[in-house]
């Protein structure tokens, strides 16, 4: 995943922070398919300036929404649309 700039809230410098969501554990099948839950992580998890521990919900607060993403507003949106059009 691609770092957010994120700013701390105490002293306001600027970080590049790496958000690994939470991964729910798959406890049924094959053992071999098998693994435990992960928690949600961020990274780094302080402030390289004043060393503050971030709120990880906060830090995620800040990753951008789904919908914040309007494939028409990209350049190759038009190259898109020839390449996903029904022949």
Known sequence: MRPINY???AC?????VT???AVA???YGPPEQCYPA???EIDPGACFNCNHE????KVFDELPKPED?????RDD?????KNWSAD
């Open 12 to 16: 306001g410098a600027i970080n590049s």
């Open 69 to 73: 993403f309007d494939r028409d507003d």
């Open 77 to 81: 949106a038009d190259e898109d649309g």
């Open 7 to 9: 700013e701390c809230p």
């Open 25 to 27: 554990a798959q406890t």
């Open 54 to 57: 971030f709120d990880i919900d």
């Open 38 to 40: 992960e928690d949600a």
């Open 19 to 21: 958000c690994i969501g």
